[in-house]
């Protein structure tokens, strides 16, 4: 009998034994565990601050886009100014793209994005801008083009009217310009403007600046700014962190599209072949088009009518002038 009451003594100080350095095991498996979770969450923050992970969201944001879609060509115009007549010497007044911009009311244009700069002053340049202003105002959404210059002297103050975008503080990746070309006249109140520099090279552009910095400001490109009114962005929400996104909200805060871009606020451009292409049309054979087609004196030899919710633009004879119309489709 009292062998028996000590076997059982025996087995249950070795089973507690047993339990407790399994609890002691367990419990330095679990902080060992805790501290690599801890580490590993530090490694990401610190890799994903300093923007080690931008590469991999482009790579994926391209695999992404890999899958064939439809072409978004359609949902493009292109006017372009060809040539300069002699008869007419640049820069042109309003007049033309009054003349220009009452064809394209009629068949009532998402948005229309002027490439060219509407800065001139005088009588001469002026004495149509109210006829000009009327008309932008019956277009739902227009765009103007605007210049940034390294020189102070060179043009005038950034407007205080003007889109400042809300980004990231580090600017010392971004060439500072220090005066702007603003578009001026009653019509300027009327739409959204952009800085449309392009350095174009010798080459194919392979890559188009987003954003630009006028002194203390991150302004947006002519091309932000056609892409936020046709995806109906409102730049007053758009957040922008150089080297890793550009994040276009609505006036909600609903976050609509997420751009990827450089720590120099670049886009990099994907050329596709299309069966597709964007219609691209004379500035001067549209003019007689558009004045025929309110006389409704059309001929069966002139330029068909542009589908309705296009984005009609009219451009100067710039080679890359169309690559922000084809990069920005729905």
């Avoid at 002026?126 to 019956?138: E, Y």
């Avoid at 392009?198 to 490109?221: I, M, T």
Wanted: charge should be neutral; glycine fraction near 8%; include cysteine.
């Amino acid at each position: 009998m009292k062998e028996t009451s000590s076997q059982t003594q025996t087995d249950d100080g070795v089973s507690t034994s047993a339990e407790t350095a399994w609890r002691r095991t367990e419990k330095k498996r679990l902080q060992l565990a805790g501290l690599l979770a801890l580490l590993w969450s530090v490694i990401l923050a610190v890799f994903a601050y300093e923007g080690l992970f931008s590469e991999w969201e482009e790579m994926i944001t391209r695999w992404e886009d890999l899958p064939p879609s439809d072409s978004k060509s359609r949902h493009f115009a292109l006017i372009a100014i060809e040539h300069i007549p002699a008869d007419r010497p640049w820069p042109w007044p309003r007049l033309e793209y009054a003349l220009c911009l009452r064809g394209l009311v009629a068949q009532l244009p998402q948005s229309v994005v002027f490439e060219v700069l509407l800065s001139e002053k005088g009588a001469k340049m002026s004495s149509f801008d109210q006829t000009f202003a009327s008309l932008v105002h019956r277009v739902d959404h227009v765009c103007f083009a605007g210049d940034a210059l390294l020189e102070e002297k060179q043009g005038e103050p950034l407007p205080a009217g003007a889109v400042r975008l809300s980004g990231s503080p580090r600017l010392g990746t971004l060439t500072e310009y220090r005066s702007v070309i603003w578009p001026g006249g009653p019509f300027a109140s009327e739409g959204s403007v952009g800085l449309a520099n392009l350095d174009v090279g010798s080459g194919e552009v392979r890559s188009l600046p987003l954003v630009f910095r006028v002194k203390d400001a991150l302004v947006p490109s002519l091309s932000l700014q056609a892409a936020a009114v046709y995806l109906g962005a409102d730049l007053a929400k758009t957040s922008v962190r150089l080297g890793h996104a550009i994040v276009l909200r609505d006036r909600q805060g609903k976050r609509i599209r997420t751009i990827p871009v450089d720590a120099q606020g670049r886009i990099t451009l994907r050329y596709r072949r299309s069966p597709e292409t964007i219609p691209r049309v004379d500035f001067d054979s549209y003019l007689v088009y558009a004045d025929q087609a309110i006389r409704g004196q059309l001929s069966d030899d002139e330029l068909p009518p542009l589908p309705a919710d296009r984005c009609g633009s009219g451009l100067r004879t710039v080679p890359s002038s169309r690559n922000w119309l084809r990069r920005w489709g729905k």
